[in-house]
């Protein structure tokens, strides 16, 4: 049996007439490798791409210590190991991000490194660095409580310190090698959702739910920045997103009004909901911020109401899964705003969790919509008379 595929799927596998490829069966479905895609992220790079800068930052890390005459180092605080690695960490791992995602899109390995715009690419950059920045601070404050007080001799903090950095650098070039729009939606996700705990947490003792939401980014909040620019670096993501993914879809539906509509939609909700984090909820900006909140609602009840005209084979799980938010939405409304049951902090987090799922949920259909348009290609099978075993292998 012989199978000739497409010049496009042969052109993306990077393979010839004379390499060989495996066809994998995995229930009804023929997966097709080859020899380069099965290969592991160490045999794809050197190894002194992780070593060499952690190396360098721990002699520079040793050294720093040595100066200050310091020779035991506390685990947390202004000056320690803690404080050192999340700053090395951020800078050196975005640095090793931004390198190996420029790489691979000038060497059109992966698609949607390949696919996005350079308008793009600090929004990218910027969100990977502070999810790195927001997971290094959620790891050493845990390590700071289980271990409070501790310190070490400065010998074996550097030790420390290079070990972090590896796995760091580890980290992020393997998220620039395998960086997708489906990561980029689960970045949004995890974005919005770690910076509204974080900024929860911290404000337990302030007993914030006695307000509402919007509080959590005023000055009466601990560290309200960290709240405020979560939600405008969301904004930044949803932005890249959507731009990545109607790029896509522009080449199976092309010159579609309904495609460009919710495009425009889904841009002005993702610039609204930056809005929102940029002028905050204090005496000078509240009656913006409350306009720019309200139009947030307008914005998803809009989608919700439209969204059976504006996609193309909506399935209909989908249309009764929106209407059925759209509906708790406004019995939400009534419930907080005509009838009282509702507090102000209640109907903002029903609110904000409601849209913020659906809107995750439209992201990904979107991209299911991009994946059924641009990998389904067909191949001939030709039959050969005499076929040897070895030619199996």
């Not at 700053?87 to 640095?95: A, F, P, S």
């Not at 705003?337 to 409601?354: H, M, P, R």
């Amino acid at each position: 049996m012989k199978i000739e595929l497409p010049d496009k799927v042969a052109e993306q596998l990077r393979v010839n007439g004379t390499d060989k490829v495996k066809i994998e069966l995995r229930n009804h479905d023929a997966v097709i490798t080859t020899e380069a895609s099965e290969m592991s992220l160490f045999q794809r790079i050197s190894l002194w791409w992780y070593l060499a800068p952690a190396i360098i930052s721990a002699i520079v890390f040793n050294v720093f210590f040595a100066t200050k005459n310091q020779n035991q180092i506390p685990l947390s605080g202004n000056t320690s190991l803690g404080t050192t690695v999340i700053l090395g960490g951020v800078v050196i791992g975005t640095l090793m991000f931004a390198i190996f995602f420029i790489r691979e899109r000038r060497n059109q390995t992966n698609t949607f490194s390949a696919n996005i715009y350079w308008r793009n690419f600090p929004v990218v950059i910027l969100s990977f660095a502070v999810i790195l920045g927001l997971a290094l601070l959620g790891v050493f404050w845990l390590l700071g409580t289980i271990f409070a007080g501790a310190t070490f001799d400065r010998l074996t903090s550097t030790i420390i310190f290079f070990i972090f950095e590896s796995m760091i650098n580890y980290l992020m070039i393997y998220a620039a090698f395998s960086i997708s729009s489906r990561t980029l939606v689960r970045l949004f996700t995890l974005v919005i959702v770690s910076g509204a705990v974080i900024a929860m947490a911290t404000n337990g003792t302030r007993k914030w739910w006695q307000y509402n939401l919007s509080f959590l980014g005023t000055h009466l909040a601990n560290n309200s920045w960290q709240f405020n620019i979560t939600l405008m670096f969301s904004a930044l993501i949803m932005v890249a997103l959507i731009d990545y993914i109607f790029v896509s879809l522009n080449a199976i539906y092309p010159h579609s009004i309904r495609l460009l509509t919710l495009r425009i939609l889904l841009t002005a909700m993702s610039i609204d909901l930056g809005a929102v984090g940029f002028f905050p909820n204090n005496a000078a900006s509240h009656d913006i911020h409350d306009r720019l909140a309200s139009f947030l609602v307008y914005f998803i009840i809009i989608l919700i109401v439209g969204i059976r005209w504006l996609l193309p084979r909506i399935p209909s799980a989908f249309l009764q899964m929106s209407y059925s938010v759209g509906a708790i939405l406004v019995t939400a409304e009534v419930l907080f705003k005509f009838v009282g049951y509702l507090s102000l902090t209640a109907y903002e987090i029903i609110g904000f969790t409601l849209a913020f799922g659906w809107v995750v949920l439209l992201l990904q259909f979107l991209q299911e919509l991009v994946d059924k348009g641009t990998r389904v290609f067909y191949v001939k099978a030709q039959a050969e008379q005499k076929v040897k075993t070895k030619d199996l292998d």
